[in-house]
């Protein structure tokens, strides 16, 4: 069965940088964009970007441009995400989230991994 | 502010029909397919439709969607308890270049 499985919850100072994994099984990996998407408490989903593990190409959401990194390793099928210059409003779940269709940058997301808490505070 | 526009909470007794409504323009809802999912309390979102209108393998055809122009719509008939969650349209922006998500409905069954 396909499973996602994220790293565990962590705290960062500001100014910081974060590196969430998430790793996959139950599939191809390669034949599966993974999206990142984010959830600040109380609130909203809101989208960070994508990446073509085939490939490793990415698209950002224009918010995260220069800030975020999207790469992966195809031998233990594994994405991660990774976010600088942390602040307070950073504060969020992170997921990550499979594209049902497979090779396309689109919103159907079928799988999502459990979600990686991270507190940027002082 | 969301791209995509959703009233912040609906409720509604059991085993009524509740609609939640998702509205966009022409760069996202009129142009692309609409995606709605389901949250519940702690939990990782879950895909509830599709492409608008279809529904994965595994969830319950109590759930329909539809889509008019620069708006959709998530329905729910024979509301039950465990229907209580947050739901959010989700779909791709060609002006953005990025998917986008509404504010979220918050459902309450009464």
Redesign the interface.
Known sequence: QVQLVQSGAEVKKPGASLKVSCKASGYTFTTYYMNWVRQAPGQGLEWMGVINPSGGSTSYAQKFQGRVTMTRDTSTSTVYMELSSLRSEDTAVYYCARVRGGESIAADLDYWGQGTLVTVSS | Q?VLTQSPSVSEAPRQRVTISCSGSSSNIGN??V?W?Q?LPGK????LI??DDLL?SGVSDRFSGSKSGTSASLAISGLQSEDEADY?C???DDS?????????TKLTVL
Do not use: D, E, I, M
């Not at chain 2, 990782?44 to 895909?47: F, M, S, T, V, W």
């Not at chain 2, 953005?96 to 979220?104: I, P, R, Y």
């Open positions: 969301s692309n397919a995606n999912y949250q990782a979102p879950k895909l599709y492409y994965p959010y989700a779909t791709w953005l270049n990025a998917v986008v998500f509404g504010g979220g």
